[in-house]
């Protein structure tokens, strides 16, 4: 019987919670997962009265969802995505519709896109950020590519995102694979945000000697002003949550090695590859590799004696105020690099982005939430192809008053050592970004002393290579 609006493989953390959410809304859906216990479970979990099936059969899916199929994926990047449409595939008519809503690499889906076309499979990848709480009462959705599909499925989305000031988050993100390669450097800027965050925590316990109850209190204010986001209001709750096996905070118990999936490292390399400079999101991505050598940093730390020092503050409520600004501060660079490398992309890949309703949507539903978010959009909305957010006037006026803060709390890290590369690397983002001369005419001497490689002049048009060695000193 062909009546179910819509089909998911995957019903892990982010499939059963988008198929209840679903549910809700109205929309009849099938979910498939090969166990039993985790159909059955989809049936059980759903609000009562809502249409949810659960099966461990494709062809029971395929042969309950009404025409044109739409079916979505979650789950694991990879390997099992291509498992799954191989598995898919036969069973499909042309003319269905497949959304890969994973994290997935931007170029499968490029490849996919391809690969379905041929078979008159309209594939679309669709980022989703969240979590658990956002698939189930509201998510922000990036879906890009074939029109068709999204045409096909833009009610249901519109009907399961986060909502912002009565708008849906949730848009069209561009061509081909746009909705991967927003949602990669969204988790970029996540990456990023979480690496400041870490370090300011660090600041607080270690230089400033805050017990977690004070920290909670610090992180707690600070969501309620300016700083308000997702990830301020999550770190101010984990300084609350006891153990359940001991007698200590949880966050004390939790061995520190940062877990990575592959977005962050994708969102590097991709950057290198269209030459756009990200060192926030690179250090974030380069120290969650340094946390996985746990054992190799237990021997150094014998080596090289660097115990972090008290900071030496003259009131500390106002260095805490100081900090606030310099997260503030370094929180907007890290969706500027972002935003700039997504600006660049497009136009390198023909992608059409739309930066305007990527920062719109990101307002609700996403990880990288934050009141900031509005400002970007204003922003936007004023010059959609500004290539840098720190180029627009109110934003260079809520940077510039604080950042005599932003350095006093990197050179009193450093003082103290205690390690803040994401901060001073934003740092020294920004003051390069905005330095009309940037040291790197030595740089070009260098290279053309050792290999004739060539410079320009300030003073004329052409490139010029100088015989170094014949120095007259
Ligand atoms: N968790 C999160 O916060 C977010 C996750 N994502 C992305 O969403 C996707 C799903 O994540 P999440 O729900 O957390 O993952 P889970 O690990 O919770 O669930 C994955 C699901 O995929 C199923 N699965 C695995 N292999 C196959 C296969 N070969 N055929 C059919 N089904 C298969 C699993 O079934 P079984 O258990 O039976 O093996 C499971 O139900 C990932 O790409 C993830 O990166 C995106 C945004 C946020
Ligand atoms: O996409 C997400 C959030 O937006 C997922 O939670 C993802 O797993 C986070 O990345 P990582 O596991 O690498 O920290």
Redesign the pocket.
Known sequence: MRDYDFGM???????QNLLFNMADKGFSVIGY???EE?ALALESGATANTLVKGVTELQEMIDGLSLPRRIMM????GK?VD??IAELLPLLAPGDIVID???SFYKDTVRRVQYLKEHDIHFMGMG??G??KGARYGASLMPGGDRTAYNHVHNLLQAVAAEVNGEACTAYMGNGAAGHYVKMVHNGIEYAMMQIISEVYDILKNGLQLHNRQIHEVFKKWNEGRLQSYLVQITADIFLKKDEFTSADLVDMILDKAGS?GTGKWTSQEAMDIYISIPTIDTAVSMRMLSWQKEERVLASKLYAFPATVIDTNDQDVFIDKLEDALYVAFIICYAQGLTMLQKASAEYSMDIPLKDVVKIWRGGCIIRSLLLEDFYQAFVKDNDMTNILLDKNIANLISPRMEAFREVVAKAVMASIASGGLQNTLAYIENYASEKMPTNLIQAQRDYFGAHQYERIDREGMFHTDWDSLNF
């Open positions: 493989i995957g019903l892990g953390v982010m499939g997962d090969k166990l985790k979650l789950v694991p990047a099992i498992d799954v809503a994973g994290n989703i950020s979590g658990e999936k």
